[in-house]
């Protein structure tokens, strides 16, 4: 995919799978995003408990890898979109209006899948702005059978 493919790819999609890694120890998570084509970034609002893996990672400043994929209903066509590179964590009150848009545009956790209260629960802003990014289609023939 060029670079068009995958702006309109990754900007259509809404979910994907965030992989960090620590001391040779990885961690995967779903994730809802938000993106902005005109710079690559990926705007993000991750929650946690305190004694959550996911927190114990975004701690530790760890490289990450993002996977945005999908196919379609008869499986002739697979997609998937790649970004590389490490989480910086946002400060709200440092917040651009542009970052504010692009948050405002990123579809928001649920937290009804969390068993403990709003109130125990944190919620960061991270942005990743890939050290690389490449996407792939493979349309698949299965032939007459």
Known sequence: MGQTEINEFVGGRETGVLSMARDNEPHSIPISYGYEASTGTFYMRLVSTAESEKRKFLGSSPDVRLVIYDGTDDQSVYQSV??????????????????????????????????????????NL???????????????????A
Do not use: C, M
Request: proline content about 5%.
């Open 126 to 144: 991270y942005q990743l702005e890939p050290d690389s990014i490449e996407g792939r289609r493979t349309e698949i023939d299965h032939g007459e």
């Open 82 to 123: 790649v970004a590389n590179g490490t989480l910086t964590e946002l400060d709200p009150a440092e917040l651009s209006v542009e970052d504010i848009e692009q948050y405002g545009e990123a579809k928001r956790p649920l937290f009804e899948i969390w068993g403990t209260g709003r109130e125990e629960l944190d919620i």
